[in-house]
């Protein structure tokens, strides 16, 4: 039985909710409700007009309703008396297909059919940096390989664990938080869960960690490569599929602990792997972290060509350890929903068909990887990875109409791309 968010007000002090849904871009929309009217929103949902958000519509549409999900409630820990509701999309009393959540618990549903549920967590990358955007914002974070520096976490203490604080109390259960490969990037990790949880959880951490950062006099940006000479911000996911409270990635008897199953799931983002990238790594800035020269650390942290190994981080998918793996390729821009989407349509086409893999490589890729033949590189542009979206007949099937309006509006920002060229990249998407 749904949580009954008029009772759930009154108990915990709640006065507002934001009734919060995720556009096509990733971009978060709202309305503040009060308590008062909560009941009557979960009803009838909260109207929006469609045409003024990313999500492919026109002014004459009818209002779009986004109807709160009770069980994702997330009060905000720095400001308690505000709940944050994720909701899903509906107009004339259907489900908007194109919506990011609706698309994701759709996916989710077809799964269910054949008896298996995705589980996943996320590394989410993010710099601190000024409020005009133009540099990290601690000047004293100057160190050609930054990543783990203590001073330089450390003087970001009171802005981290805000936001470490912030997890625990909602029993998210973090359990590690670093400074990254970057001058002024970090990285917090907290516990994996069901696909659905860990998107809306995601799409939370993104507001949350702006919210504070902007508290603290900084501002936070998840833009994939907000400076050309530094590591740009990934967001790395960590999948397992299971059944029946059994993780059927698991083979204790496989060298590195992957079952059949498992092998068929990388086998499927394989195929799909360069229309992924136009889900995966949205936005034009996207395609300078993928195709990114060396950077001042030494390393980009970042895949260029579609393979998979063990345990070695130069490529697009590593199996850690027995029972998951680890996609690498999506970046900060990625919007949460449709990255939990696009990895299980890939990965389950991958299953029900049986998809080879290919060769495990164990080499690395960034200094031996001229040395192997035949092996297909990700895009170099964002025009590219549209391009092969909209041929992918796997993302085509599972996405339905989200694709072409996806690719109509990303051919629009494409074209402004080309007329505006670098001040509008970087004015898009530092706050992604």
Known sequence: MPLDLEHAAKERGIKYFLVSYTDLFGTQRAKLVPAAAIKNTCKNGAGFAGFATWLDMSPADADLLAVPDPDGLIQLPWKPEVGWLPADLVMDGKPVEQGPRNILKRLIKDAARDGLQMKTGVECEFFLITPCGSEPADMADKQIKPCYDQSALMRRYDVITEICDAMLSLGWKPYQNDHEDANGQFEMNWDYDDALVTADRHAFFKYMTRSIAEKHGLRATFMPKPF???????????????????????????????????????????????????????CVNSYKRINAPRTTSGATWAPNTVTYTGNNRTHMIRIPDGGRLEFRLADGAANPYLLQAAILAAGMDGIRNRRDPGKRLDINMYTDGHTVEGVKRLPLNMLDAMRALERCDVLNEAFGSFVPSYLKLKTEEWNSYCRHLTQWERDTTLDC
């Open 228 to 282: 050309m000479d530094l590591t740009g911000s990934g967001c790395h996911a960590h999948v397992s599929v299971w059944r029946d409270g059994h993780n059927v990635f698991s083979d204790k008897s496989d060298e590195v602990g992957m079952s059949q199953n498992g092998y068929h799931f990388i086998g499927g983002l394989i195929h799909s792997a360069d229309a992924l990238a136009a889900i995966t790594n949205p």
